[in-house]
């Protein structure tokens, strides 16, 4: 076959070499010596046939994007661009500069993207690292609250066991050793026997008071809102009660006041309906800047002597526990006065 002009069969040969050198270099060479290597391999091959200075664009591409420097890559494209231009003629050499040009900045433009995409999977892998260990520590912390419940509620049952027994188990056992008693001595000494029968049944009674107390301990927190007292009050079947309370103030005051105020009502009522024999109870609850005060009068039998049971000693208990006072008389009836410190008076002391 006869070849015409520039290309013959050293034009062939060298065409083929080039395709030979862009097939292996993106078969088994992406890396950047591969490309520096390529680059060389086509600037030898312009210099050989200028024709060919169309191979350098391919070249100039992979400089750019295939170099991990990236100012070495484009001095290196700048480079074979310039050497290749020298080699063709004055009217192809804008073109081809054009080309390369064009070439690089593709090479900058899929760098770019794929740093981008590398970076954003790197981010999307550490966030991914990030939640699984987020997850693990929620599993731990939810293993490590169920078992905080469960010691819980081992600690208060066992709280609770000890307290029945202690209290509740040696009281109700030394009342039953004191019936037994007055059953044996009912016949020969009745009236010793009555003696032991009424003690008996006043200390059936305070530890009736006490298990009302432990249950009444054990129950879930009710709501604490004056509409609370005034049902209290209300549902009151003894005798009239008469309230006088500001609920806007009442509601102003810490949650453990108003518990207290009202578990203070509730046993001063119940007490009223077993031994006042009153006709009417009068309870003022006082609320200003600094305490709360409460009193109850009725118009009972009162008390020659004041002794505190489970129900009184309860009330003193809990105010002084709060750090107020409280005072009782059982003159003219039956009467108890207690001040009480709210929140601002304990933060300004």
Known sequence: MALTGRVDAISVSTLLAAAAVEIAHHRFGRSAWATVVKAVGFAAIIAVEPVFAALSISAVLDLVYGISSLQVGLACAAALTVGAALFVS??????????????????YTVRSAESSETRNFGAFDRERRARYRLLETQRRLDSTSRELIHATERAERTRIAHMIHDNVGHRLTGILI??????????????????????????????????????????????????????????????PVELSLDDEMFIGLDEDVRELIIANTRELLTNAARHSRAELIQITITVDPMRV???????????????????????????????????????????????????????NG
């Not at 004055?90 to 090479?107: C, I, K, T």
């Not at 001595?185 to 026997?193: F, I, N, Q, S, T």
């Open 90 to 107: 004055r009217d192809a050499a804008p073109v081809l500069v054009l080309a390369s040009f064009s070439a690089g900045a593709l090479g």
């Open 178 to 239: 004191q019936l037994r008693a007055a059953e044996k001595l009912h016949a020969r000494e009745p009236v010793r026997a009555g003696g032991m029968l009424t003690t008996a049944i006043e200390a059936l009674s305070e530890t009736i008071e006490l298990v009302r107390e432990t249950v009444h301990d054990l129950r879930p927190r009710v709501d604490s809102d004056a509409m609370t007292i005034r049902r209290i009050v209300a549902e009151y079947r003894f005798c």
């Open 293 to 347: 005060r409460v009193v109850y009068t009725d118009d009972g039998i009162g008390a020659a002597t004041i002794r505190d049971g489970l129900g009184l000693g309860g009330i003193r208990s809990r105010i002084e526990k709060r750090g107020g006072t409280i005072t009782v008389s059982g003159h003219n009836g039956f009467s108890v006065r207690y001040i009480v410190p709210h929140a601002k008076e304990r933060e």
